[in-house]
Structures are given as C-alpha cells and as structure tokens.
C-alpha cells in the first residue's frame, strides 16, 4: 500500500462547478501538507501549503486537512478553464530527511 | 530570472547508452534534487542534494549518479541506459531542505525514451 493515495482520474467537470480533489495517506506524523499544480508538459509549481489540521483559503482554492481521518482536500470554486490541470499532493514530516512523498496525482479537466 | 533549467528537453537513447541530464539554478538555493516521474506513480524522488558538497540517494537511485558541481549545478547520469529509465525527469530547488517551508520549484523536465 502507497504511503499517499491519489484518485488519477481523469476528474471532468463543467465551468464554474465546486471542484473537490482528495488524498488519503497511512503515515500518522505527517504534519506538512502541499497541494501542487502541473500543467501538461511543464514542471510542478505549489499551490498551496498547510500545517497539520484546518482550513486554509487562497482566493478561490481551500485546502483542508482532516489528521484524524487521515485526509485532505483541495476545493476549487468557480472552476475555470484555466484550472485544468494535474493536482499532486505532497506531505511530509518535521524530520523527513528532505524528501516529500507525493501522490499519484489527479488530472483534472474543466469543460467550457 | 530563470529559475530552474534543464537540458536537454527530449533525448532518445539506446539500451546501453549513457548520458547526463543537466540541471542549474538562478535562485541561490542549497537544496537540491531529481525525480523521476511515470504514468500512476507520481514523483519519486532519485538523488538529492541538501547542499553542496554533499548528496544523498532518495527512493529510486538504482541505475543512476548524480553530481553536485557547484551551489548551482546539479546533474544526473545514467551510465547504462534501460527501457526501465523511460520516463520524464524533473530537478528541483529549494531554499534549504531542512526548513518547515520547503517549497520546490521545478524545472520544465527531460522527456527520456530508452529504445
């Protein structure tokens, strides 16, 4: 079993809908939680970055980390074509050894 | 500023062949790394160096050198090229690896097909 688990998709969704990405990961001392984005054939850039439980809000993105269940959540509102990209979660620990582990990574495509 | 380069952006090689993918950085950052990135498995981490002069193997180093020239340089090698080692290839940067906020920044990749 991956330390982080990631839906590849492809996730499909119309203009304007409440996009909702999701990874579950098995390793109860992550504490450091990354949402990145990838636009095809272009390199990974943060999107943004959590520290252990809560909310966090950056205009239409919210990342959302649930310890207890092990989850956390990317919500896009207002989707845009411009949106339309693969979402990889990152995580790790405060002795980590400098190594992120990711997810699998969701491609997600919004539709005109 | 440039950010992350690399080079070369695509390369074709044979079974056998070998080869260096380089990689440098504008943004004065001691960290540094190379992953590998395949269909359904996300990134995973090759080599990484947490600052020059030294350098560490991550989750995959089977197959593959790295070399820490200088505070900006970081390239890797595949002395013998398989079909295994088909795949894109992205270095990255950070400020220092050790920090809470370590936020990567990536180059564009090296799309290598091994025939």
Not at chain 1, 35 to 44: A, E, H, N
Not at chain 1, 84 to 105: H, K, R
Request: hydrophobic fraction near 30%.
């Amino acid at each position: 079993q991956k330390e982080v688990e990631q839906d590849p998709g492809p996730l499909s969704v119309p203009e304007g809908a409440i996009v909702s990405l999701n990874c579950t990961y098995s390793n109860s001392a992550f504490q450091y939680f990354m949402w990145y984005r990838q636009y095809s054939r272009k390199g990974p850039e943060l999107l943004m970055y959590t520290y252990s439980s809560g909310n966090k809000e950056d205009g239409r993105f919210t990342a959302q980390v649930d310890k207890s269940s092990k989850y956390i959540s990317l919500f896009i509102r207002d989707s845009q074509p411009s949106d339309s990209a693969t979402y990889l979660c990152a995580m790790t620990t405060m002795d980590s050894n400098y190594q992120l582990i990711w997810g699998a990574g969701t491609k997600l495509i919004i539709k005109p | 500023n440039a950010g992350v380069t690399q080079t070369p952006k695509f390369q074709v090689l044979k079974t056998g062949q070998s080869m260096t993918l380089q990689c440098a950085q504008d943004m004065n950052h001691n960290s540094m790394y190379w992953y590998r990135q395949d269909p359904g498995m996300g990134l995973r981490l090759i080599y990484y160096s947490a600052s020059e002069g030294t350098t560490d193997k991550g989750e995959v180093p089977n197959g593959y050198n790295v070399s820490r020239l200088n505070k900006r340089e970081f390239s890797l090698r595949l002395e013998s090229a398989a079909p295994s080692q088909t795949s894109v290839y992205f270095c990255a940067s950070s400020v220092a690896g050790h920090l809470i906020y370590n936020e990567q920044f990536f180059g564009p990749g090296t799309r290598l097909t091994v025939l």
